[in-house]
């Protein structure tokens, strides 16, 4: 299982290796479709003491126009450093296996996406002797699946595109639809991509807003002890004694205050122990639901109780 933001944006195409296939023409990008995927090793080093490691390597085999290597990068911003090793990397996959490589680069912002896609050229201002062309997969060209039944089809696509728009207002309605999607499916492999989506959304809000979704739709998603479930342990565990003893009712108002003290807390908004009583105490779930998606982008802890 991923660890990291990083690490899920470029290891979902481990999970499921046809992915670029299916992203990249909706991306507006035409690519030979492939007839067999197999991933290889990451370790690009020299004998010499320079470590050099691709994030995610395929070689990829299609029907009219032969093999070829792709090299995914996930970035998270932009990086003076990286055209060089994007260059290395290129060069050194082509002199190894003879084979074209390809370079796509997967970004969570727009800013970031431009950037990686700029053409890197090595040479003389009247001569280049090497250029690189990245293809670049990000918020700007992945459309936002906001549809429940086409993330049902495409549950893989969908969270990568959930994880592309991770920084994008209209989040909630991306993560919602896939939420949604997730819990009609059922079965090991929508839990195995619900994590991943946990785990893709970094400690950000979203996260918090991912895990109050599936607390939603726990009722209707077959299995336990999965990390969301796990997770909203953290946000339950003051009430869920008492919940347990007075009703679920009382315990879901619990949890739901204590997720939202802990976005404000992570947010770095001030709550006074006027507000944290008045959140603590109230166990109208439709309220907290308010305070809940206000505490997302409300600049004071008392803008959750302005009336709309």
Same mark, same amino acid.
């Given at each position: 299982?991923? +660890? ?11 999970? @499921?290796?046809?992915?670029? =296939? ?5 991306? *507006? ?6 007839? $067999? ?33 792709? =090299? ?38 727009? =800013?970031?996406?431009? %950037? $990686? ?5 090595? *040479? ?26 086409? /993330? ?13 728009? /991770? ?5 909630? /309605? ?18 195995? %991509? ?8 970094? @400690? ?5 807003? %991912? ?29 869920? /004694? ?12 619990? *949890?739901? $205050? ?9 947010? *770095?908004?001030?709550? +006074? ?10 166990? @109208? ?5 308010? %305070? ?17």
């Amino acid at each position: 299982m991923v +660890s990291s933001a990083h690490e899920a944006m470029h290891q979902i195409f481990r999970e @499921d290796p046809g992915l670029f =296939a299916r992203a990249l023409p909706r991306a *507006g990008i035409p690519f030979p479709e492939p007839t $067999a995927i197999r991933p290889l090793d990451t370790d690009l080093t020299e004998i010499r003491p320079l470590a050099r490691r691709v994030d995610t390597l395929f070689r990829v085999d299609t029907a009219d126009d032969g093999g070829f290597l792709l =090299a995914v990068e996930a970035q998270g911003k932009p990086d003076p450093d990286k055209p060089n090793s994007w260059t290395y990397y290129l060069a050194h996959l082509y002199a190894k296996y003879q084979l074209p490589p390809i370079l796509l680069v997967v970004c969570r912002d727009k =800013a970031t996406a431009s %950037w $990686a896609a700029e053409p890197v050229r090595v *040479g003389l201002p009247v001569h280049t002797s090497m250029a690189v062309f990245p293809l670049v997969l990000g918020p700007g060209n992945v459309p936002a699946i906001t549809d429940p039944d086409e /993330a049902a089809e495409d549950l893989a696509l969908a969270v990568f595109a959930a994880l592309a728009h /991770a920084k994008d207002p209209g989040l909630p /309605a991306i993560l919602d639809a896939l939420a949604t999607a997730v819990t009609s499916t059922g079965g090991e492999t929508a839990k195995r %991509w619900a994590e991943f989506t946990e785990v893709g959304l970094d @400690d950000t809000p979203a996260r918090a807003l %991912w895990r109050h979704l599936m607390a939603t739709y726990t009722p209707r998603f077959p299995g336990s002890g999965t990390l969301i479930e796990e997770a909203l342990i953290e946000g339950e565990a003051k009430g869920r /004694a008492e919940g347990e003893a007075k009703g679920r009712a009382e315990g879901e108002a619990k *949890g739901r $205050a204590a997720d939202i003290l802990r976005i404000l807390d992570r947010r *770095g908004i001030e709550v +006074s122990e006027a507000v944290r009583e008045r959140i603590t105490s109230c166990s @109208d779930l439709e309220v907290l639901g308010t %305070w809940f998606d206000r505490s997302l982008t409300a600049i004071s802890a008392e803008e959750l109780f302005e009336e709309s």
